[in-house]
């Protein structure tokens, strides 16, 4: 019932949404919200503005509207917004360009497109997006047409809109015939785009083109009218119903347009720089619409490598959409994918997608030529990680000297299509990053389209994934055993700090049990602080960070925890872990463990399930491997 009753509600707003009046109406609309008259990129631009904007740290503007199916794009996104979208809103010429996004296959061009002609459809929907058209015309097009071009300068000074365009030849005749010319009582309806009813988005898909006609793009004679009419030239004889007609008011979508016959093309030449395009036995037909288009990077070498294509290529703006490059972007992109199939029931163990995603952005990384840079820590670098001497600040250097990195590698669908393989097969419920592995390891081996120099590559790159693992496996399981030790892990936290306030003050400690006065251990403070990397050198401006922390808790009558400085809790867990680490390689892997040994195991294996997100099989799996990997 709860159902029913929100169908009702929708249906309901639908017919809310509706309007219809006369051109004098609609004139009443235009004076309390000119906006409704803006043209197709002006109305894109505000969709996409409309659903927010953040500013990250480093300068780069994060367009909402893109995230939930975009991911690792954010710059390509800002640059196609800024240097697209905005000027083209302003009416700039850049809007009498065809926008062809360029890049490997999988890499979210259709999905982009996919999400603006969505996302036109709802926004049509909404009072910022909303706009009206001439009822009856096929074309649905802009009311504003039937004033004459005489009284448009007039027009447009005391109502403030833009008017751009000339009424079709079916609307031209119907103002004559039905109206008598009175364009006050021509009637106006709202449109709502839609690509299911072929209004105001279209998507052109080249096929063959010895039966492909020319009809698809710009409509067609109805033949069967003919005799009512008398002639070809008869807007009435005429289906103005082709792609480029239905697109006008939104968006018009060329799927892989080099791969269309050039008759096709040459259609485009007068649409993008004029605004018009030439239809049967008619003068030149207006559309506002905005013109995408995608193809590979292949494709666009050899076009542009032909000089007979040089008219279109001046009239196309190439945007290039690379892989995604940040590992924790690409998790995402394959928990997108695996939502949207029926395998959600199969439980991924941690860190198995984040494998895959190192195996995929490794293999579309560059090599640099800086030195002590490999491509490990250049994909740990641009996931937002300080890798040893490299800083955030050298990503645009790295970026500078690979100017295609991104444009080649593993495709998202390879990687999924191996999951999906490994999920099948699975008789456990549960994949964890070995499965994964292996399920990559073995589509290589079936794959008949890569060299041995590039299956070699891969697999090194597997490697690499594998490498990493290991030590995600291993610190896992020092944390769950660090929380089985908790006590005493807090009593080396405060015998810590008791010595490093004894340090920085120049004082002696007192032995708890002797009571004799000691000098600070320094021996247990370098066995700390070595576990996070702090140098001899470093270590009395840590030491004295601390102290400072330590009294600023103090007097905010707070107390400093084993978990109030990130740095100290994770050297502390680290040494401890170094000091637990032949009874976790015993716990681990012994076969016939005792009963302290089991209650050990449980207590870790119940921490990884409860906290860590997994499940009693992979848990298990995961001790497992780690104590194969003490034990090596």
Same mark, same amino acid.
């Given at each position: 019932?709860?159902?029913?009753?929100?169908?009702?509600?929708?249906?309901?707003?639908?017919?809310?949404?509706?309007?219809?009046?006369?051109?004098?109406?609609?004139?009443?609309?235009?004076?309390?919200?000119?906006?409704?008259?803006?043209?197709?990129?002006?109305?894109?631009?505000?969709?996409?503005?409309?659903?927010?904007?953040?500013?990250?740290?480093?300068? *780069?503007?994060?367009?909402?509207?893109?995230?939930?199916?975009?991911?690792?794009?954010?710059?390509?996104?800002?640059?196609?917004?800024?240097?697209? @979208?905005?000027?083209?809103?302003? =009416?700039?010429?850049?809007? +009498?360009?065809?926008?062809?996004?360029?890049?490997?296959?999988?890499?979210?061009?259709?999905?982009?497109?996919?999400?603006?002609?969505?996302?036109?459809?709802?926004?049509?929907?909404?009072?910022?997006?909303?706009?009206?058209?001439?009822?009856?015309?096929?074309?649905?097009?802009?009311?504003?047409?039937?004033?004459?071009?005489?009284?448009?300068?007039?027009?447009?000074?005391?109502?403030?809109?833009?008017?751009?365009?000339?009424?079709?030849?079916?609307?031209?005749?119907?103002?004559?015939?039905?109206?008598?010319?009175?364009?006050?009582?021509?009637?106006?309806?709202?449109?709502?785009?839609?690509?299911?009813?072929?209004?105001?988005?279209?998507? @052109?898909?080249?096929?063959?083109?010895?039966?492909?006609?020319?009809?698809?793009?710009?409509?067609?004679?109805?033949?069967?009218? $003919?005799?009512?009419?008398?002639?070809?030239?008869?807007?009435?004889?005429?289906?103005?119903?082709?792609?480029?007609?239905?697109?006008?008011?939104? *968006?018009?979508?060329?799927?892989?347009?080099?791969?269309?016959?050039?008759?096709?093309?040459?259609?485009?030449?007068?649409?993008?720089?004029?605004?018009?395009?030439?239809?049967?036995?008619?003068?030149?037909?207006?559309?506002?619409?905005?013109?995408?288009?995608?193809?590979?990077?292949?494709?666009?070498?050899?076009? $542009?490598?032909?000089?007979? /294509?040089?008219?279109?290529?001046?009239?196309?703006?190439?945007?290039?959409?690379?892989?995604?490059?940040?590992?924790?972007?690409?998790?995402? *992109?394959?928990? +997108?994918?695996?939502?949207?199939?029926?395998?959600?029931?199969?439980?991924?163990?941690?860190?198995?997608?984040? *494998?895959?995603?190192?195996?995929?952005?490794?293999?579309?990384?560059?090599?640099?030529?800086? #030195?002590?840079?490999?491509?490990?820590?250049?994909?740990?670098?641009?996931?937002?990680?300080?890798?040893?001497?490299?800083?955030?600040?050298?990503?645009?250097?790295? #970026?500078?000297?690979?100017?295609?990195?991104?444009?080649?590698?593993?495709?998202?669908?390879?990687?999924? /299509?191996?999951?999906?393989?490994?999920?099948?097969?699975?008789?456990?419920?549960?994949?964890?990053?070995?499965?994964?592995?292996?399920?990559?390891?073995?589509?290589?081996?079936?794959?008949?389209?890569?060299?041995?120099?590039?299956?070699? =590559?891969?697999? /090194?790159?597997?490697?690499?994934?594998?490498?990493?693992?290991?030590?995600?496996?291993?610190?896992?399981?020092? +944390?769950?055993?660090?929380?089985?030790?908790?006590?005493?892990?807090?009593?080396?936290?405060?015998?810590?700090?008791?010595?490093?306030?004894?340090?920085?003050?120049?004082?002696?400690?007192?032995?708890?049990?002797?009571?004799?006065?000691?000098?600070?251990?320094?021996?247990?403070?370098?066995?700390?602080?070595?576990?996070?990397?702090?140098?001899?050198?470093?270590?009395?401006?840590?030491?004295?960070?601390?102290?400072? =922390?330590?009294?600023?808790?103090?007097?905010?009558?707070?107390?400093?925890?084993?978990?109030?400085?990130?740095?100290?809790?994770?050297?502390?867990?680290?040494?401890?872990?170094?000091?637990?680490?032949?009874?976790?390689?015993?716990?681990?892997?012994?076969?016939?463990?005792?009963?302290?040994?089991?209650?050990?195991? /449980?207590?870790?294996?119940?921490?990884?399930?409860?906290?860590?997100?997994?499940?009693?099989?992979?848990?298990?799996?995961?001790?497992?491997?780690?104590?194969?990997?003490?034990?090596?």
């Amino acid at each position: 019932m709860n159902f029913l009753r929100r169908l009702e509600e929708y249906l309901s707003l639908e017919r809310q949404l509706a309007w219809e009046g006369t051109f004098r109406d609609y004139i009443d609309i235009l004076k309390e919200r000119p906006y409704v008259s803006q043209l197709a990129h002006s109305r894109i631009y505000n969709m996409i503005k409309s659903a927010g904007l953040e500013e990250e740290d480093h300068g *780069i503007k994060k367009y909402k509207f893109f995230h939930t199916e975009l991911f690792g794009l954010d710059k390509i996104l800002e640059k196609l917004v800024e240097e697209y @979208f905005h000027p083209a809103a302003r =009416r700039l010429d850049v809007r +009498k360009r065809i926008l062809l996004l360029m890049g490997p296959v999988s890499g979210g061009k259709s999905t982009l497109v996919a999400m603006l002609k969505r996302g036109l459809e709802k926004f049509s929907r909404t009072d910022a997006g909303a706009l009206y058209g001439i009822k009856g015309c096929p074309m649905h097009e802009e009311p504003l047409h039937l004033i004459p071009k005489e009284l448009r300068e007039e027009f447009q000074k005391e109502y403030n809109v833009y008017i751009e365009g000339e009424l079709c030849p079916s609307c031209r005749l119907m103002v004559e015939s039905e109206y008598g010319g009175n364009i006050e009582k021509v009637r106006v309806e709202r449109v709502f785009l839609s690509e299911d009813n072929r209004c105001g988005i279209g998507t @052109f898909t080249p096929s063959d083109p010895k039966s492909q006609d020319i009809a698809d793009l710009t409509g067609s004679v109805d033949f069967s009218t $003919i005799t009512d009419y008398g002639s070809e030239s008869d807007p009435r004889a005429y289906r103005f119903d082709g792609e480029l007609n239905i697109a006008n008011r939104g *968006i018009m979508e060329f799927q892989e347009i080099l791969k269309c016959d050039e008759k096709f093309l040459w259609n485009l030449l007068s649409l993008s720089q004029e605004g018009n395009f030439k239809a049967g036995r008619f003068a030149l037909i207006y559309a506002d619409e905005m013109i995408i288009a995608h193809t590979n990077e292949n494709e666009y070498k050899s076009f $542009i490598s032909n000089k007979k /294509n040089e008219a279109l290529q001046s009239r196309i703006i190439v945007m290039k959409i690379p892989y995604n490059l940040k590992v924790s972007h690409e998790v995402k *992109i394959y928990e +997108k994918l695996i939502k949207q199939s029926d395998l959600r029931s199969i439980h991924m163990a941690p860190h198995a997608l984040r *494998i895959a995603s190192i195996f995929s952005v490794l293999s579309r990384l560059k090599e640099s030529k800086k #030195q002590g840079m490999d491509l490990v820590k250049k994909m740990k670098l641009y996931d937002g990680e300080d890798v040893e001497e490299f800083k955030q600040k050298d990503i645009n250097e790295l #970026q500078a000297e690979a100017v295609d990195e991104g444009m080649s590698g593993v495709d998202p669908r390879y990687v999924i /299509n191996r999951l999906s393989s490994a999920l099948i097969r699975t008789s456990t419920k549960c994949i964890n990053p070995l499965d994964v592995l292996r399920a990559l390891k073995e589509g290589l081996d079936q794959h008949p389209s890569i060299t041995k120099e590039e299956r070699d =590559r891969l697999l /090194n790159f597997i490697s690499e994934a594998r490498k990493e693992y290991d030590e995600m496996a291993k610190k896992e399981v020092q +944390k769950a055993f660090v929380y089985s030790y908790e006590e005493s892990a807090k009593v080396l936290f405060t015998n810590y700090l008791d010595n490093v306030e004894a340090y920085c003050n120049g004082i002696k400690i007192k032995d708890p049990i002797t009571d004799e006065e000691l000098d600070p251990d320094e021996k247990l403070l370098r066995s700390i602080e070595e576990q996070i990397g702090v140098s001899e050198n470093a270590k009395k401006a840590f030491r004295e960070e601390i102290l400072i =922390r330590l009294s600023s808790y103090a007097r905010k009558n707070r107390r400093f925890e084993y978990n109030s400085h990130e740095r100290l809790r994770e050297a502390i867990e680290k040494k401890l872990f170094a000091d637990l680490k032949d009874i976790v390689k015993i716990t681990t892997s012994t076969k016939t463990p005792d009963a302290e040994q089991l209650k050990r195991i /449980n207590e870790v294996s119940n921490r990884l399930v409860e906290d860590n997100g997994y499940c009693p099989v992979c848990a298990n799996e995961l001790l497992k491997y780690v104590g194969s990997l003490l034990n090596r």
